[in-house]
């Protein structure tokens, strides 16, 4: 899945580790997995996460199951470059909240030999791609897609689909605002969400 040992050590590169799914999948948790493993290896460590994601902790990365790391909040991926000094794993969560810039930080980070681990969600609440991920998971050498469990179905889930009739792209939530569904599921219930609009609208008129 990913490697921890270069081969050829006069040439020592670091990399780029993506781990993306649905919401409530296991990502967060998977990334702290790593980062912790790393960090009982003694290396030095730095994580990241956008300062707009404060649902658990202002400062914790936090999972869906209370595991958590401490890391740096930041406003944009141009701090993370800045930031991440005299490191040898950098570990980034939610990285779909993050600019088009963090493509290049984290192919920079890897260009001077550091370890770089990404989470994110690879698809919004419209089953589209999710902002930089398509370009990191593109540019990463080692990715593992998670998957959660369909709360209508029982099958592997890979959509995040909004309860909530808000139509902002970033809207932090929980099992309030986001449930876990198939690809099946999600299209029914997205099919179901069209015949109520279309209803409402004729009663309207």
């Known amino acids: 899945m990913f490697l921890e040992n270069t081969v050829n050590h006069t040439e020592q590169f670091g990399w780029i580790e993506v781990i993306c799914g649905s919401m409530f999948s296991g990502k967060t948790e998977e990334l702290i997995r790593r980062l912790k493993r790393a960090q009982f290896a003694k290396q030095k460590v730095e994580i990241f996460k956008p300062a707009i994601d404060t649902r658990y902790d202002e400062e914790m990365v936090v999972s869906h199951d209370a ?111 986001y449930e876990p569904l198939s690809r099946a599921a999600y299209y029914k219930a997205i099919q179901e969400e069209k015949k109520l609009k279309a209803a409402s609208k004729k009663n309207e008129k």
């Open 67 to 177: 595991n958590e790391i401490r890391s740096t909040p930041v406003p944009s991926s141009g701090n993370i470059r800045i930031l991440a000094t005299d490191v040898q794993v950098v570990g980034i969560d939610e990285a779909q909240f993050f600019d088009d810039e963090i493509v290049a930080v984290c192919n920079d980070l890897a260009n001077r030999g550091i370890r770089v681990i990404v989470a994110g969600l690879d698809m919004d609440f419209k089953g589209n791609p999710f902002g930089p991920m398509p370009a990191l998971m593109a540019t990463a050498e080692y990715i593992t897609k998670v998957h959660a469990v369909c709360t209508r179905t029982g099958n592997l889930a890979h959509y995040s689909y909004r309860k909530t009739a808000s139509e902002d792209l970033v809207l932090l939530g929980e099992t309030q605002e």
